[in-house]
Structure formats: structure tokens, C-alpha cells
């Protein structure tokens, strides 16, 4: 079975340049890509800055995906919060956020939940991970190392298919190095996502393992995929093969 996900740290719907907010800019780039699933970062919830829309329902819902998850990490002075969010044309469950913050530093988190993907008549178990890692190099590699400790991942069969994806801070595009041993698998190049206006840097990135393949992943490319926040999004081509 074929599925698109795709993973972008939206900024609050926040453009990187004009910094205005416009929720429907992000909208229609999401829309322009399809996603099955959409793993965002940085969704805020009754903030002043985004007139205290609860953005994961508002998106969801223009992008007509039924099923969602969403949780605040970060308290926005003057009221409302954010945090990550799924978004999910398939029913979740079993969802939790699994904390992964490092003592004086803002709080991190990766949000997991099971995606029940009916294909073909048969029904299959889709793990899915949005995570946003820390701005300090040792800050990431406690974080992951932390997440691959943690409850239910440490249970999950091999085979088992489980994606991970977000904004994983990756400054110096080391951090696959440290999922590979788990079973990991990434794209061999991966692309620059920020700053959206002009990438220098591949902060972003998703990762597969159990019975996926990852086909593609490309950055978003279009007008508003550069202008609408400070990341570009990344779009994933995956199949889910048969036991």
C-alpha cells in the first residue's frame, strides 16, 4: 500500500519573511501535497499571535483528514500554547506524548500515536512518531536516546511498521547515525529545509523501519511552500509491503 506523509514544522502559520500570520497559506500548502499524513511541529492553541484558533482542528479539517492527535509542549506568554501535531486520514489510537526534555532546556517532546490502516482487506499497524528535537547537539542525542528507551517502542516487533519524522535540529546531519542500530533507514540525500526562503540546513527529516520503504522524499518547492513558515515542508512517498 502507497501512502504520502508529510512532515513540517509550520511556525505557528507564521510566515519566516513577512511574519504574518495565515493560517490558510499553510493550508494550501499542505493541500497542494495530498498527505495521508501530516506530521506538524510548532501548532499553536489558543494563542494571541494566531487569534486563538486551536490551528490542528482548523487545518485538519480544510484538509478533510477525519483523525487527529495534538499536544502542547510550550506555554505562549499572554495565554494559549503549542506542540505537535497528527493529522491522519486513518483512525488513531493509543496516543501519548512521550516527554523528552533535558533539564534546563525548553521542553521537547514526541508525540506517538497507531495508525489502523485498512488496505486490501487486510488491516495493518502503522506506528507513527512526530518529534522536535532540541537546538544543542548533546540536548539531541539525549532526546533520541531517550526515545528509543521508551515504552512502547522498545516492545515494537522488528517488522512492525513504524514512521518517524519532525524537526529533529539536525545541524550537522549526524542524528541518523543513531537510528540506523535501531533499524532506521532514511533517504540517502537528504533535503535542505531551512531557512524556507533560501535552505542551508537539513533540520528535518523521516525515518522508516519494519516493512516500509521509503520511495521519496522531496522538499516543498512551490510559492507558498517557501513564504508560509521558516521551514520548508518534506514530502514522503512510502509503501507499506505485505507481511
Given amino acids: 500500500m502507497k501512502l504520502r506523509v508529510v512532515t513540517w514544522n509550520i511556525h505557528k502559520c507564521i510566515g519566516g519573511l513577512d511574519r504574518r500570520y495565515d493560517l490558510a497559506r499553510t493550508v494550501a500548502t499542505l493541500s497542494h501535497y495530498a498527505p495521508d499524513v ?32 495534538w499536544y ?34 525548553k521542553r521537547r517532546s514526541v508525540l506517538h500515536a497507531i495508525a489502523r490502516v485498512h488496505h486490501d482487506g487486510h488491516d495493518r499497524t502503522l506506528h507513527l512518531y512526530n518529534m522536535h528535537l532540541g537546538l ?28 518517524v519524522g519532525g524537526d529533529l535540529n539536525d545541524v550537522w546531519g549526524n542524528l541518523g547515525a543513531l537510528l540506523t542500530p535501531a533499524g532506521f533507514r532514511g533517504a540517502a540525500h537528504r533535503p535542505r529545509t531551512f531557512p524556507a526562503w533560501g535552505p542551508l540546513r537539513a533540520l528535518d527529516s523521516l525515518y522508516v523501519r519494519g516493512t516500509m520503504r521509503l ?16 521551514h520548508r515542508p518534506l514530502i514522503a512517498d512510502l509503501v507499506i509491503d505485505r507481511h
Fill in 72 to 105: 502542547p509542549n510550550v506555554d505562549v506568554r499572554g495565554g494559549g500554547n503549542y506542540g505537535n501535531a497528527i493529522l491522519s486520514r486513518f483512525p488513531l489510537d493509543e496516543v501519548r506524548n512521550i516527554d523528552l526534555t533535558v533539564a534546563a532546556k
Fill in 38 to 69: 501530516a506530521l506538524l511541529q510548532e501548532v499553536d492553541a489558543g494563542a494571541r499571535r494566531s487569534n486563538g484558533d486551536q490551528q490542528v482542528e482548523l487545518i485538519a479539517d480544510a484538509l478533510e483528514l477525519p483523525h487527529r492527535a
Fill in 136 to 163: 544543542a547537539q548533546y540536548e539531541r542525542r539525549i532526546q533520541l536516546a531517550t526515545f528509543l528507551d521508551s515504552h512502547p517502542f522498545q516492545g515494537l516487533h522488528h517488522d512492525t511498521p513504524v514512521i
Fill in 215 to 230: 520511495l521519496d522524499l522531496t522538499r516543498g518547492e512551490t510559492a507558498l511552500a517557501k513564504r508560509a513558515s521558516d
